[in-house]
């Protein structure tokens, strides 16, 4: 049996950041009141679109530190097989 797996390559892997204010004033105080983080870049956003499609895939690339970590875990529970390379 022949299987194919999307493989994608993310060289610069991020922790995308949104933040949700009630409104946006210039020279105010503007306070945050939610904030969604999830693992970026366009190899993982690609990966993680695949596999909602039902696609085989796994992300890979370079990851390192604390962001490195939550990039790993975070795509291992939304269900998206990775195997990246650690860095310092």
Known sequence: ???KVIVTVTLN?????TY???SLTPG???RVR?????????GVN???????LG???????VVGGHNGDYIE???TRQGVRHDFVRAA
Do not use: S
Request: glycine residues 8%; positive net charge; hydrophobic residues 50%.
């Open 1 to 3: 049996m022949n299987r």
């Open 13 to 17: 892997a991020a922790v995308d950041k």
């Open 20 to 22: 949700f204010v009630h």
């Open 28 to 30: 105010a105080v503007n």
């Open 34 to 42: 939610r904030v969604i983080a999830q693992p970026g870049g366009k």
């Open 46 to 52: 690609v990966a993680r679109v695949a596999r909602l």
């Open 55 to 61: 696609e085989p895939v796994v992300a890979t690339g």
């Open 73 to 75: 875990h975070a795509l």
